[in-house]
């Protein structure tokens, strides 16, 4: 199960190793009962992950609300 906070990209990267381990997309897909294509346009970036995906690696998916200014301000250690 995940412990610390992904982006898109790294949850991305996440199901790339997940499927890498399965054999293939396919078996991965399979093994989760969703499509083989619907990974492969996650994989892409085509598509964003939904909550099929998202629990079956362990996360959720959850909305941030940042102030304009946050590129601006200092930011701790997600993993911490």
Known sequence: RGSKRLDTWELRDL???ACEAAGSQQAWARQHKVSDSYVSDVLAGKKEPGESITSALG????????????????????SK
């Not at 304009?68 to 997600?78: F, I, N, S, T, V």
């Open 15 to 17: 199901l790339r190793t």
């Open 59 to 78: 996360y959720k998916r959850a909305v941030v609300y940042v102030p304009d200014a946050w590129e601006d301000q200092p930011q701790k250690d997600a």
